[in-house]
């Protein structure tokens, strides 16, 4: 349910990511970073929800969940590998895009018609909920049982597990939550084809 142009900015983040890590020589990435960051606060929900024929308010709602948590992710997993700085203002941005994520999600959670696809936002809450919020990490435990009993899969049962190991750490950064390559969806349904003109 990512909107495209969402997607295909979580697959150069990646890819920025593997760049990072890979590098012999320092390199300053930032600049792409901070484009990936503008062409995401840049996607317009409004728009992307036009194409759909029915329930605009649910696509709007699925947009802004998905923009605020690609956000999120963008500056959190970035910093990890430190291709962001740990600057306040982006601490300040993380702190407001988390508020507002936190938000989101309890709208689309009580959603019957789109709650089950709220698996890997409500795992980016979780992460920044690392940063001290009681009342988010309270959220995140809550919702995730929930989740898999409604969608019937173990899935975010995996994730609570991993959050809450990570909360007990006291660590903060994005790498140190996943001990290994996770998958944390309920449906994989994604057809390549449709958002490959916005990688180009």
């Known amino acids: 349910m990512c909107p495209q ?50 329930s605009k308010e649910d ?3 699925l947009g802004n969940i998905y923009r605020t948590a690609v956000a999120l992710y963008c500056i959190s997993s970035l910093q990890s590998v430190s291709v962001l700085p740990l600057s306040s203002s982006l601490r300040v941005r993380c702190s407001t895009h988390g508020q507002l994520l936190h ?19 409500l795992v980016v809450l979780g992460v920044q909920a690392a940063n001290g919020d009681l009342e988010m990490r309270l959220f995140v435990e809550k919702q995730l049982p929930e989740m898999s009993r409604r969608v019937g899969t173990s899935v975010p049962l995996t994730a609570k597990g991993v959050i809450e190991k990570f909360w007990a750490s006291g660590e903060t950064r994005w790498d140190a939550c996943f001990d290994r390559p996770y998958v944390f969806v309920t449906q994989i349904a994604v057809d390549l084809q449709q958002f490959i003109p916005y990688l180009q």
């Open 5 to 54: 142009p969402l997607l295909a900015e979580i697959i150069r983040v990646n890819h920025l990511r593997k760049r990072a890590t890979k590098l012999t020589v320092p390199e300053d990435l930032s600049h792409e970073a901070y484009e990936i960051l503008d062409r995401i606060d840049g996607f317009s929900t409004e728009r992307w929800a036009e194409s759909r024929s029915s």
């Open 59 to 61: 696509w709007i709602l």
């Open 103 to 121: 938000i989101l999600l309890n709208e689309a959670l009580s959603s019957p018609r789109i709650n089950r696809f709220m698996l890997w936002p």
